[in-house]
């Protein structure tokens, strides 16, 4: 079983909608959670960090955590296309020192 | 917010040479980095963390030896790519580990460089 699981997707989702992002993670004792975007050939870059259970939000950007459930989510409201990315989660527990468990990403595409 | 920056962004060289690539944080002391490479269309891949002062800890099946990775400063890490063959191709992406100014350790983020694309002919 993979650390962290992504749906591959690609998700497509109309200018204007709410596209919601989705990824479990197995280890119950992950404690740091992080979304990142990452555009095509370019590095990921960091949208959003969450450590405790319930809604956290920036922006268009709504993150939610449900440790009971093991799954951390995000969400973009009124979608651009600017937002067509790949979007990575990373869940980091500090009983394995620094190391970041990264899903596959999801392939997102807002369509104008 | 903390930036990463790496250099060079591009490279090409002939098989058989090496290539160096450094990593570093600009407005933070970053005592982790990361090092990660990613082929077209497939996901990041770690190939090593690298902690300032101490020797670097590698994935398996990342030849260390081929991989040389060098954290001499708090700021500083560097990638050498040694004996370069086309099959390392790829974009190499660093991060570094950051814990903002009030030092708590489950908060700490990683950020990421804009990384390099190496193509060895």
């Known amino acids: ?112 | 917010g903390a930036v990463v920056s790496q250099h060079p962004s591009w490279v090409i060289c002939k098989s058989g040479t090496s290539v160096k690539i450094e990593c570093r944080s600009l407005d933070f002391q970053a005592t982790t980095m990361f090092w990660y490479r990613q082929f077209p269309k497939q996901s990041l891949m770690l190939m090593a963390t690298s902690n300032e002062g101490s020797k670097a800890t590698y994935e398996q099946g990342v030849e260390k030896d081929k991989f040389l990775i060098n954290h001499a400063s708090l700021t500083l890490s560097t990638l050498t790519v040694t004996s370069a063959h086309p099959e390392d191709s790829s974009f190499y992406i660093c991060s570094a580990l950051t814990s903002g100014r009030i030092p708590v350790a489950f908060q700490e983020t990683q950020y990421f460089g804009p990384g390099t694309r190496l193509l060895v002919l």
């Open chain 1, 1 to 112: 079983q993979k650390e962290v699981e992504q749906n591959s997707g690609p998700l497509s989702v109309p200018e204007g909608a709410i596209a919601s992002l989705n990824c479990t993670y197995s280890d119950r004792v992950s404690q740091s959670f992080f979304w990142y975007r990452q555009y095509s050939g370019k590095s990921p870059e960091l949208i959003m960090s969450i450590y405790s259970n319930g809604d956290k939000e920036d922006g268009r950007f709504t993150a939610q955590l449900n440790k009971a459930s093991q799954y951390v989510s995000l969400l973009i409201r009124d979608s651009q296309p600017s937002d067509s990315a790949t979007y990575l989660c990373a869940v980091r527990h500090l009983n394995t020192g620094n190391q970041f468990y990264f899903g596959t990403g999801t392939s997102l595409t807002v369509i104008p």
